[in-house]
């Protein structure tokens, strides 16, 4: 694809990005994405820190529609999407990139998770996924498409990810039924599982360096994974490329994912 023909790509199109925490995002990665292909953004934070954090990152796309979101709160999500009614009258895309865990209770047994940080996971992690896309599906009338983010950890168990996997996995379940219940609407729902990458969020993880050196070290490519590749990634399934994609969960993760048992010489 030229230059010229990807800058055209999502012209005219408008979307909201959630879960941008820094420029090491991988949710960023995606907006830069959009942005490039001409996309007008809305992106949210939550709390004044992220504000701080967010608002250059916002300039730099072009986005004038940068608003507070709290996804265990209601109220925030309707005035977010009622902010947006206001001012473009519908959607075309959305991108969901939130997730949290205690991270105290990621180290550790998953056996030994609390009731508490297992609802809190669930809730922010899957449920605010439905949760959006239920509101961003309605001002979709003309059809749209939805992203969000899982991890291997949803199939495979990950050091130091126990509760998170258990999300993710409800989370890539909750995308495919949203696809089949959405899909009469023609709104498409997909998911990207990323490799492990240096991110906020994996920061977070105790053993995050270990994960991400191992997958570097053992992914059939070795041109080390970049928040590039994945927003690309991203386009493509938020775009009219993708027009018969839906309820898929993507790997972009080098090859990866298709590693059981490393081969002797690489071990």
């Given amino acids: 694809m030229t230059e010229a023909a990807n800058n055209q790509l999502m012209a005219g199109k408008r979307g909201l990005v959630l879960g941008i925490a820094n420029d090491h995002s991988i949710a960023y ?23 701080k954090r967010v608002a250059p ?17 209601g109220d925030s ?32 047994r998953y056996v030994d998770t609390t009731r508490e940080n297992f609802v809190q996971t669930l809730s922010i992690s899957c449920f605010s996924f439905t949760d959006l896309a239920r509101r ?15 991890f291997l950890g ?28 959405l899909g009469k609407d023609n709104v ?3 998911a990207i599982s ?21 997958a570097g070290e053992h992914a059939p490519l070795q041109n080390g994974l970049d928040l590039e590749a994945v927003g690309n990634s ?11 994609v839906t309820g898929e969960i993507m790997n972009v993760d080098n090859g990866f994912s298709l590693i059981g048992i490393p081969r002797p010489d690489s071990a």
């Fill in 136 to 150: 961003a599906a309605a001002m979709m009338p003309n059809g749209g498409s939805m992203v969000t983010l899982s």
């Fill in 188 to 190: 498409r729902v997909n």
């Fill in 194 to 214: 990323a490799g492990p990458m240096r991110t906020l969020a994996g920061a977070v993880i105790a053993d995050g360096r270990y994960v991400h050196k191992y």
């Fill in 29 to 51: 990665g995606i907006a830069r994405a959009l942005h490039g292909a001409g996309a007008e953004l809305a992106l949210t934070y939550q709390g004044e820190g992220f504000q």
């Fill in 77 to 108: 999500m309707d005035a977010l999407f009622s902010a947006i009614g206001e001012k473009w009258g519908g959607l075309d895309f959305l991108v969901h990139a939130i997730a949290y865990s205690d991270r105290a209770e990621l180290s550790g």
């Fill in 57 to 73: 990152l916002a300039a730099s796309l072009d986005c004038d529609l940068l608003m507070p979101c709290d996804v265990t709160d």
């Fill in 154 to 181: 949803a199939h495979r168990v990950m050091p130091s990810y126990n509760v998170m996997g258990v999300a993710k996995a409800a989370l890539e379940t909750s995308v495919k039924y949203l696809a089949e219940d």
């Fill in 234 to 244: 991203g386009l493509y399934l938020l775009s009219d490329l993708s027009s018969a």
